[in-house]
């Protein structure tokens, strides 16, 4: 596994008002050489995808595409996660990326500010900055 990933990373690979060229390379990477993800990235991803849908940003055929396309991804589920979220003041959920890829000695790519500042602060590699 080459990487860490996040949930909001993944959701920009897919809706089609977050697509960028550094997710899209990050994506190809996944492709590649597959990540590791906390257990909780579905339930996060399904928590934004289910938002988008209410916001009408995505139509209930594009969530399940996004589901399906996701679901293709070569992805170890890490389940051993601790909390750096009162150290760093960030959420549990980006904690647990913060640790998982501190654990595992794996870059992380996020796309969420303080997720970004924690992990330098940690000496963790970033794979990709924020937009």
Do not use: C
């Amino acid at each position: 596994m080459s990487l860490a990933v996040d949930a909001p990373i993944m959701i920009a690979w897919a809706a089609p008002d977050e697509v960028s060229p550094k997710a899209d390379a990050v994506m190809r990477q996944v492709m590649v050489t597959g990540a590791v993800v906390p257990s909780l990235l579905f339930l996060e991803i399904a928590n934004i995808l289910v938002a988008n849908e209410r916001k009408n940003r995505l139509t209930s055929e594009e969530v399940a595409g996004i589901v399906l396309d996701l679901g293709e991804l070569a992805l170890v589920i890490d389940h051993e996660t601790a909390s750096l979220a009162r150290q760093h003041r960030l959420t549990v959920y980006y904690a647990a990326y913060l640790e998982l890829a501190k654990r595992r000695g794996l870059p992380l790519a996020t796309r969420d500010r303080e997720l970004l500042a924690a992990a330098r602060a940690e000496g963790l590699a970033v794979e990709f900055e924020p937009i």
